[in-house]
Nanobody, 125 residues
Framework: QVQLQESGPGLVKPSQTLSLTCTVS??????????WNWIRQPPGKGLEWMGA???????YYSPFLKSRTTISRDTSKNQFTLQLSSVTTEDTAVYYC?????????????????WGQGTQVTVSS
């Protein structure tokens, strides 16, 4: 059973960088042909795919967030991370990590194989 768990600060000040970590158990993030995704859901809105890191280490980003997003990984800890710079109140959301066998840039619940429980991040001074 694959499990994903998000961690990181729940409150970030405007203009700062949001940093979250997803810890994976039950599978390796280097498993061939697999993708590890970050998805968010702002209050009252739908799911938004932010980006992914492939088992190869290649990264893919939403064109809407590409200039502010960095996804990286630590294979020794079986973790991958999200950094979102220059945050504003519009970045307040529940942030999820999720896995998939294909690169999927339109986030729907059933498009991904496994999900973390999600973590609330609020951007406020």
């Amino acid at each position: 059973q694959v499990q994903l768990q998000e961690s990181g600060p729940g409150l970030v000040k405007p203009s700062q960088t949001l940093s979250l970590t997803c810890t994976v158990s039950g599978d390796s993030i280097t498993t061939d042909y697999y993708y590890w995704n970050w998805i968010r859901q702002p209050p009252g809105k739908g799911l938004e795919w932010m980006g992914a890191i492939a088992s190869s280490g290649s990264t893919y980003y939403s064109p809407f967030l590409k200039s502010r997003t960095t996804i990286s990984r630590d294979t020794s800890k079986n973790q991958f991370t999200l950094q979102l710079s220059s945050v504003t109140t519009e970045d307040t959301a529940v942030y999820y990590c999720a896995s998939s066998e294909r690169l999927i840039s339109i986030a729907t619940i059933d498009a991904y194989d496994y999900w973390g429980q999600g973590t609330q991040v609020t951007v406020s001074s």
